[in-house]
């Protein structure tokens, strides 16, 4: 090669390794968004088991109102 391909060379030689580097990068921060959303899924599963359970013992622990008439009837 000439000297005038050279610097070319270094450029391409560099532009594959920054696209290596970046594709590494997608798929290590794909994989952790993955993660993340599994983590969103146990939550809002065990979020709504804790709303239902909440709602189940709210009925049960609420006193229910009593239809009597008022003292002036």
């Excluded at 090669?1 to 590494?24: F, G, K």
């Excluded at 968004?33 to 088991?49: D, N, T």
Aim: aromatic share 4%; charged share 35%; hydrophobic share 35%.
């Amino acid at each position: 090669m000439s000297n005038t391909d050279e610097p070319a060379t270094q450029r391409i030689e560099d532009l594959e390794i920054m696209v290596a580097h970046q594709a590494q990068t997608i798929e290590e921060l794909s994989e952790e968004l993955r993660r993340a959303f599994e983590a969103i899924e146990r939550m809002q599963r065990s979020l709504k088991g804790l709303g239902e359970r909440f709602e189940a013992l709210e009925a049960v622990a609420t006193p229910k109102a009593e239809a009597t008439k008022p003292p002036h009837y």
